[in-house]
């Protein structure tokens, strides 16, 4: 079967490109291995954020007493919320299907793998295309040590959110995105959790204040943190790592390895496409093309930002590239948020970054504690902190506390149109809202 552009992988990259292509007239074939919706709908973003939702419910009730009303009871069923998730998976299922069956759009179900530069072949049809695009996704890393391969007692993300009943000791190794997440819904849910890491600090990507002070608010909420923290080995029910020059042990009944994700390239054939890749990912220029003129890789498939909107971003990129057709989308920023409890999100440089590269920049920090919305919503722990360079253009924005994804968001667009804290200070601000730190960093910085 010939047509105007393949594309392999279903999640939000592929997806939201096959929906954009088709928009402009291109005939679309999209080849899916397993769920529509990729891991993002269907093993990762969405049943995470549905169960951060209930872990949230759980510690606003169990913490009554910030508003006044004194605890509220802390019987919580799990299984209900289990199928409370995969209720909300099948519904966006259902509507990306819908999505895949509209006019230019073929959805072929099997495996891909390349015959050649233009060919590939799912389920033993083949279908040419000028253009490719390769969206598979990731999978969970696992670290090379002992024990690694025991699925009985080391669990990745995948098992952890198919699972219908909790262990009641989690070790959970690696405080990224992943890790920090399943420490709060964990413990919400009554989980003994403990957290080790390998860095000095949680959330890399964060700036280094708000990361310590989120990591010390969780551990307020009884998650246990062993940071700079090597994992050597796991034997039956003991996480074992040396701290400090010391051998130590956690006992679990269940192991989280969270120790990121890896590119999905196995079994594509790429070779027989000429693709360039490493382990790290499908080599792409700035249009997300590899060294093959036509064929593209986008979101977790080339490694470059490991976040869905990233894919859905490069996805329309890339599709813009073979339309011939200029935009303006930002790659180089890129917002991204944490669900933990309470959240936590970014965009742009850390402090520690610009010292790292050079880079002269002035900070300005916002706390919620003295903020009217904040505390009226009983919501009185976080911060905003505000990077400016020299000329006072906004260069990044870190914050912590409820609503962290929208206050960043708002700072991440006005970044896109290279937005002077000057400028930001004088756009007027809702009150009371949470947004008014925003604009009050902003000023600090204006102000010198």
């Excluded at 966006?92 to 999505?99: N, P």
């Excluded at 050649?116 to 295309?129: I, Q």
């Amino acid at each position: 079967m010939n047509t105007d552009l393949i594309i392999i992988g279903s999640g939000p990259g592929g997806y939201r490109a096959a929906e954009h292509a088709a928009r402009n007239g291109l005939k679309v074939v999209i080849a899916e291995r397993a769920e529509a919706g990729g891991t993002c709908l269907n093993r990762g973003c969405i049943p995470t954020k549905a169960y951060a939702r209930n872990a949230e419910m759980i510690d606003t009730l169990r913490h009554g007493a910030d508003f006044g009303l004194g605890g509220l009871g802390t019987d919580f069923d799990f299984a209900r919320a289990a199928s409370r998730k995969d209720n909300i998976v099948a519904t966006l299922r259902s509507g990306i299907e819908t999505l895949l069956a509209a006019p230019g759009i073929t959805l072929a179900r099997g495996e891909a793998r390349f015959k050649d530069a233009h060919t590939v072949e799912v389920d033993g049809e083949e279908y040419t295309a000028p253009n490719i695009i390769i969206a598979t996704g990731s999978v969970p890393k696992m670290l090379p040590i002992e024990g690694a391969d025991d699925s009985a007692t080391v669990w990745t993300s995948d098992q952890m959110l198919a699972a219908t009943t909790l262990p009641r000791r989690v070790c959970i190794v690696g405080a990224g995105v992943i890790g920090m997440e399943f420490a709060c819904i964990l413990s919400s849910f009554g989980c003994e959790v403990t957290v080790v890491e390998f860095l000095k600090e949680c959330l890399p990507m964060l700036d280094g204040d708000v990361a310590k002070r989120l990591r010390k608010t969780v551990e307020k909420r009884g998650v246990k943190f062993f940071m700079q923290s090597a994992v050597e080995a796991v034997r039956g029910g003991s996480v074992l790592f040396s701290r400090k020059g010391k051998q130590e042990a956690v006992e679990a009944d269940r192991v989280l390895m969270a120790v990121g994700r890896t590119p999905a390239t196995q079994g594509l054939n790429l070779e027989a496409a000429g693709v360039e890749y490493s382990p790290k990912g499908i080599a792409v220029d700035g249009n997300l093309q590899t060294n093959v003129p036509g064929i593209y890789a986008i979101g977790d498939a080339n490694g470059r930002q490991m976040l869905a909107h990233a894919a859905t971003m490069q996805g329309i990129r890339a599709v813009n590239h073979i339309l011939g057709r200029a935009d303006s989308i930002r790659l180089d920023i890129m917002p991204s948020a944490i669900f933990t409890h309470p959240e936590a999100a970014c965009v742009g440089l850390t402090e520690d970054g610009c010292k790292a590269q050079g880079i002269a920049c002035r900070t300005a920090r916002a706390n919620y504690r003295a903020n009217g919305k904040a505390l009226a919503m009983g919501e009185a722990e976080g911060m905003v902190k505000m990077l400016a360079d020299e000329r006072g253009r906004i260069i990044g924005c870190h914050a912590y506390g409820a609503h962290s994804a929208n206050i960043i968001q708002e700072v991440s667009a006005l970044m896109c149109r290279d937005t002077t804290a000057a400028q930001l200070a004088d756009i007027t601000h809702i009150h009371p809202t949470l947004s008014e730190m925003v604009q009050e960093c902003a000023a600090a910085l204006a102000a010198g």
